[in-house]
């Protein structure tokens, strides 16, 4: 090879060490048909000392050598693999020699840059994915999740979607991976930029219909028993066709949800309007807060077409939230143009699965007491970890 150093001009009083470290390299490299076991082993271990004390020409020279081997001694390889990058990047980037407990070490153990090569691999397992995702380190992040041979277990995309928060550029990255499930997309939605956004309210959302159907028996059976149990009934509303609280208008000041927004269009939006319009809409304070609060205005979209409010209600909401209708031509307002095209691109089923999704993750397993007791270690074993409402109010709202 034209750029490996030529050991045979080696001044002569180092002549002797090279050309023993040839022979040795050789030796490890040749088929393993072609050497016996023990005598492989036995070249590797002496080898290995000398690299020890080698220069880092040689060390290439070796790396470059054992480059497409298989069968080389492990020990030998590891070591190559955790020297530095110059040396590294030869055995890191295509070998096929290491396992995942060999790669996990390397990723421990090594630099972000010998990290970015194992990222690029052309396969990666599962356990080594999820070691690179502990890792708040962009360039790999995104390395990895470009890298179509890569499988990211759940417990790595979950920390994927965590480092999308503070990660520019990860969430689009992510929306296109097909690991990608419903609870992570719906938590990634509040950081992500208009166009995620777009594409997980029409990809990620499910319309629910086959659920509706397999329990429509089961409301019936809860209604009788007067919703006394708590779990049955926040499922239930999960599930249900109906969006807007029934309950609520009887105890409400106003005739309407669309009464409420009316009056919200004239007199602003404060907290008690506020929370008043999500009772009406049938969600609870936080996760209306929510909504009113983000600026991208598809939240908005979102709990009007869920709750079947009409377009010309979707314009006094924002209206409500004193929010720019016009720029100083008197042309319309961007975002509030993209805000009504997001609500007309929403399907009635889907945007109530959001919405239920939203509030259902946000608030019913996310509130004050409900955090005082997961402070307090008082959570059934296993629901911090698996349960998808408290993944994703951990996500949102962090720990």
């Known amino acids: 090879m034209a750029d490996i150093a030529d050991f045979n001009d080696a001044p002569k009083s180092g002549r002797a060490r090279r050309l023993l470290l040839r022979r040795l390299i050789d030796f490890v490299a040749l088929p393993a048909t072609a050497a016996a076991p023990q005598d492989r082993s036995m070249a590797s271990d002496i080898l290995l000392d000398m690299l020890f004390h080698a220069e880092d ?39 096929d020699v290491y396992d995942s407990a060999d790669l996990c070490e390397f990723i421990e ?30 360039a790999v992040l995104k390395a990895l999740l470009n890298n179509k041979g890569a499988e990211i277990p759940e417990s790595g995309m979950d920390l994927l979607v965590k480092h999308s928060r503070s990660v520019e ?14 609870s992570q997309a719906m938590a990634m939605f509040w950081w992500s930029d208009g166009p995620t956004r777009r ?20 409301f019936a059976v809860a209604a009788a028993e ?19 609280n029934r309950q609520a208008i009887d105890k409400s000041p106003y005739d309407s949800l669309e009464h409420a927004v009316e009056v919200a269009s004239e007199e ?31 939240g908005l979209a979102v709990l009007c077409k869920a709750t079947g409010l009409k377009r010309p209600y979707l314009t006094l909401l924002w209206k409500a939230l004193r929010r720019p209708m016009e720029l100083s031509s008197g042309e319309p307002h961007p975002q509030f143009e ?25 608030s019913s397993s996310y509130s004050p007491s409900q955090a005082a007791r997961a ?10 970890e698996y349960s998808a409402s408290q993944r994703t109010a951990r996500l949102v709202f962090g720990n």
């Open 57 to 95: 020409d040689e060390r290439i020279f070796c790396a470059q050598r054992l480059s497409i081997t298989k069968e080389a001694p492990r020990r030998l390889m590891r070591y190559l693999a955790q020297c530095d990058l110059s040396v590294a990047r030869h055995v890191l980037e295509d070998n």
């Open 109 to 138: 153990n090594t630099t972000i840059d010998h990290r970015l090569l194992i990222a690029r691999r052309k396969r990666i397992l599962p356990c080594v994915a999820e070691r690179l995702c502990k890792r708040e380190e962009p």
């Open 169 to 182: 550029g990860l969430t689009n990255l992510l929306i296109k991976r097909l690991e990608l499930i419903p």
């Open 199 to 218: 594409t997980i309210l029409q990809r990620q959302a499910a319309d629910r219909l086959e659920l509706v159907d397999l329990c429509s028996d089961v």
């Open 226 to 244: 007067k919703w006394g149990d708590p779990v049955a009934r926040k499922t239930l509303q999960l599930i249900e066709r109906r969006q807007r």
């Open 268 to 298: 602003g939006l404060g907290p008690e309007l506020a929370q008043e319009i999500g009772f009406l809409a049938g969600v609870k304070p936080v996760t209306i807060a929510k909504i009113l609060s983000d600026s991208g205005g598809e």
């Open 338 to 362: 993209y805000m009504k095209e997001t609500y007309e691109l929403l399907a009635v089923a889907k945007a109530q699965t959001t919405l239920r999704y939203w509030n259902w993750s946000l």
């Open 375 to 384: 402070s307090e270690d008082e959570l059934a074993p296993g629901q911090a």
